[in-house]
């Protein structure tokens, strides 16, 4: 299994361009999240989705965009890039916490993006 | 408010002592999950223990143990015999149940340095 996979590993962009980050999980999980990491402020969650079809937002949704058309992928799109978003994307997923199945999270490697 | 609360910027340990990492949250649901992750300056997130809300017993991992505290609402993770390879940053996370969106919010971080 490749676990979590996020591409690309790194990016530059300029203020008021639009991205994807790309996500997604082979291990069947059905929630799947979407966090930023800054300095000191740990991971914040953006955007999160619990099956396919279903999204939600989180603490800071504001300038993102997402949507889960299958159980494998879950992409993050920047609209327009603001200096303000740049930081490391971890995208994570895990189980349903049903009883009897661990819904520890897994992590991708993390995007790191820098907006000029 | 914040939910997890990690009041400890950095900690300094000696090489084979025990060290113990603070975590406090807030939550009004009875079904929670309490997990801690640790990320190297490498970057990545790596899963080390997680206590459910419902747990008898402390939860343990190897050299880590979760020390739940659930009437003070604390969930210290001990390392014990520390090691060179244990310094990274350390992350407390809460999942909610019922009330939540089964999604972990994590707290600030603690920096953990292992001195030979």
């Known amino acids: 299994n490749a676990g979590v996979t996020q591409t690309p590993k790194f990016q530059v962009l300029k203020t008021g361009q639009s991205m994807t980050l790309q996500c997604a999980q082979d291990m069947n999980h059905e929630y799947m999240s979407w966090y930023r990491q800054d300095p000191g402020m740990g991971l914040r969650l953006i955007h999160y989705?619990?099956?396919?079809?279903?999204?939600d937002q989180g603490e800071v949704p504001n300038g993102y965009n997402v949507s889960r058309s299958t159980t494998e992928d879950f992409p993050l799109r920047l609209l327009s890039a603001a200096p303000s978003q740049t930081s490391v994307y971890f995208c994570?997923?895990?189980?349903?916490?049903?009883?009897?199945?661990?819904?520890?999270?897994?992590f991708g490697p993390g995007t790191r993006l820098t907006v000029l | 408010a914040q939910k997890i609360t990690q009041t400890q910027p950095g900690m300094f340990v000696q090489e084979k002592e025990a060290v113990t990492l603070d975590c406090t949250y807030d939550?009004?649901?009875?079904?929670?999950?309490l997990f801690w992750y640790k990320q190297p300056s490498s970057g990545e997130m790596i899963f080390l223990i997680y206590q459910g809300s419902y747990d008898q017993q402390n939860a343990t991992e190897g050299r880590y143990s979760l020390n739940f505290q659930k009437a003070r609402k604390s969930a210290n993770l001990v390392i014990s015999a520390s090691q060179l390879g244990d310094s990274a940053m350390y992350f407390c996370?809460?999942?909610?149940?019922?009330?939540?969106?089964?999604?972990?919010?994590f707290g600030r971080g603690t920096s953990l340095i292992v001195h030979p």
């Open positions: 996370a809460m999942r909610e149940g019922v009330g939540g969106s089964y999604i972990p919010t």
């Open positions: 994570a997923s895990s189980y349903r916490p049903d009883r009897g199945r661990p819904d520890t999270q897994y």
């Open positions: 989705s619990v099956g396919a079809g279903i999204t």
């Open positions: 939550t009004s649901d009875p079904s929670y999950g």
